[in-house]
């Protein structure tokens, strides 16, 4: 039988990080069998509408992934949606209400797809109410009292500023807590509901909406590589037993030159070196694992990388330097990244070609310079 841990790599065998598709793992059959017979018949006879649909991927990698109490909520909205035809639009609330915006992590957000469930505009209504002013970055408050934490190093590799460079790192990211418009403002509250849909105890047992994003209990120090790997879910703590104790996972898409930074230990504990300040939250390090692995096991993860990559080899920033998530994560867009990839290398063509005709240009000859 298949384990779900098979997703993610382990830090004791790095070496062997597979470069095929991690959504060619096979599936938890012990959980597929637990699942309720209802909504096990749901997706097994659902029939895509087109060959990008990607419904059955994302509810059945939810689900598989999902903490117990997200999963209740994922079961009830399954059999809900089916009811009424929109088991796509379900699957794509989940997608571009969660997915999405937390692999991505900057720019203008995309939007939102809008769940079936019966009580949406309640719940969005409801978190509106809660909705007041965007947050603040506390960029250099945080940092002091994250390193005093963390006793001025990184936790997965324990260097110190002495030996590496080391980044304050956000668990849920702090563009989830920022707007310049009203629009804007809205599909963050769209994310936020379907986020909290999905892990209920972020709210039930963390009171943590938007304005706790500064909270130290979403915040550690850790060395600019695992940073950037950690942002772009390659790299995810999974918790043990052991009440802050966590395995650390890396995905396909983990490079291979940052792998000198993890630790030689199959596991890390976060220990608070000043009591003053709260430990990384279990709950919120739940939830980017989660994520983590419902990205790489659906294949969204390796398709939103291939996008960004393309998007930044391009064209894809606006004038601010940040990406323009609306027309880069759309629906269709995540269907087509082959059709993308080739465009791609259309245009770099297309400059080299531009390039050559510019040099020849240069090299005729011109009129005489007078000095």
Known sequence: MADSSQSFTSISSISSISSSPLSEIPISEILFWSMPSDTRDILRGYKEINECDRTKDILWNAYQYLPDDGRMNLDEDIIDAAATDSLYQLAYSIAEGVLKPLKVHGGRTAPVTPSPRRNLADSLEDLASLTDQPMQR???ELKVAAMARDGGK?????????DAVLET???VPFALATWDSNIERDRKISVWDNMLRCFPSLKEELNFYYQQINNLQ???MLQMNLHYEFRRFHLAFEETA???EYRIRTSAGFRRTHSPYLPATPTIVLTAHDGRFPLPSPELLRLHCAVTKILHASGMAEQIDQLLDDNDAIEGKAPNGSTDLTALLSVSKIGMVPSIRHNKQLKMEDLKTSAITEESKENQPGPSSVY
């Open 169 to 171: 790192a956000y668990i």
């Open 218 to 220: 979403n915040i550690m």
């Open 138 to 140: 506390q960029q250099a």
């Open 154 to 162: 990184c936790v997965i590799c324990g260097e110190t500023e002495l």
């Open 242 to 244: 052991t009440l802050n």
